[in-house]
């Protein structure tokens, strides 16, 4: 890929096989405060003053760049990943388009219709779309996700689910509408067959999602209509949870264009590091007869304690590489993640996934995984 060449076109699910990486801290990007962490777990541990919008070490980026107005520091981290997925070569970046960067709080009900025929008024995702996409990057968006974290600040969904669905709709078809021509994939939500856990987790809340009945169908069913309503020619993705057990799935081939999978086959154990659980997708695939990407894997890093070292880390990408390649019902595959973050979660090897630490300095994963694309081509 040339730099200035737009990706819409060449990445394509179902005809060959492409690699990409995961960000899941893209608020660093778009220039606005990080969320709070779930923060029980760690209320004796220390991080960045709430509202930084990256934590101190990126201003190493001014350096680099030449660069020293703290307003361009979103744009310098959009350069800087640019670079490196350049660098490795990878085909796309999955991230999070979170409802709240668009809408911070809920547009007020009677202005609903007029919003729709209108736009939002800030956009704040706007260069770091263009970046990747000017850099031949493809980006896989995950829009309608409803992590409280994410959602417009007092939007709950058991208040009115079908007020929420509205709302929910209204926005898909903005963003679609923005970025038409620069964004083909879309994903739909986050592991519908796993809210309950994202409620126990302390990630989702309300009732709706811990039980969601006939609810869960409806809600996809909303997202992908937006989808194809705005732009016919967009893909949309629902991704599901795999290491759970693959029960129960058949319900989304038809709620969506590509189904993506979630492994973490290391998650609970730091060994044997195994990726025969991917064979779970090629089975999927072969059965339902739909495209089949990994959307997330990885390994982390640490705590050490747990037995998570480095260079398990690097050994996992290469053998999760290696695998989904030679099974021909897999058509790409998304390393979770790109960096590690002052963002916490829970459990702590959560925090250690990234194959840069949150300084920015590469672990050997990362050149496990630029080795691992260059066998691709």
């Known amino acids: 890929m040339s730099e200035g060449q737009s990706s819409i076109g060449l990445l394509d699910f179902t005809k060959r096989f492409h690699s990409g990486v995961n960000i899941d801290d893209t608020w660093r990007y778009a220039g606005l405060a990080e ?84 736009s939002y008024d800030k956009w704040p995702l706007d260069f770091f779309v263009n970046t990747l996409v000017e850099r031949g990057i493809e980006i896989v968006p995950v829009l309608g996700c409803g992590y409280e974290r994410m959602l417009p600040e007092g939007l ?16 898909t078809r903005l963003l679609i509408r923005r970025y038409k021509g620069k964004v083909k994939h879309w994903q739909i939500e986050n592991e519908p067959n796993w809210w309950r856990m994202h409620v126990e987790g302390g990630w989702r809340s309300g009732m709706t999602w811990f039980d969601p009945g006939g609810f869960r169908d409806e809600l996809l069913k909303t997202l992908n209509d937006s989808v194809h309503e705005e732009d016919p020619g967009a893909m949309t993705i629902i991704n599901l949870e795999g290491d759970g057990g ?35 997708a090629q089975k999927f695939a072969k059965e339902n007869g739909i495209p089949v990407i990994i959307s997330e894997t990885g ?39 790109y960096r590690d973050s002052s963002w916490r979660s829970f459990p702590p090897q959560e925090n250690r996934f990234g194959l840069k630490d949150s300084k920015g300095r590469s672990k050997p994963a990362w050149d496990a995984l630029k080795e691992s694309v260059s066998k691709l081509n």
């Open 35 to 118: 969320p709070k962490s779930v923060i029980i777990p760690y209320l004796f541990s220390l991080r960045i003053q709430e509202g930084t919008v990256i934590d101190r070490a990126d201003y190493a980026l001014d350096r680099r760049y030449g660069i020293v107005d703290p307003a361009t520091t979103a744009e310098k981290a959009t350069i800087a990943l640019a670079d490196d997925v350049a660098y490795v070569k990878a085909d796309f970046v999955r991230c999070w388009f979170n409802w709240r960067f668009f809408e911070p709080s809920p547009v007020p009900e009677d202005t609903l219709d007029t919003l729709l025929e209108s």
């Open 156 to 171: 709950h969904v058991d208040k009115d689910r079908a007020l929420y669905l509205k709302r929910l709709a209204i926005h």
């Open 246 to 280: 693959m029960k129960d799935l058949d319900r989304y081939p038809p709620l969506c264009d590509i189904v993506g999978l979630d492994f973490y086959p290391n998650y609970k154990s730091s060994s044997p590091i195994s990726v025969d659980v991917f064979d779970h």
């Open 299 to 337: 390994y982390p890093s640490g705590p050490r304690l747990l037995g998570y070292t480095e260079e398990r880390q690097a050994l996992y990408v290469k053998k999760a590489f290696e695998k989904a390649f030679a099974l021909d019902g897999i058509n790409g595959m998304g390393i979770w993640r």
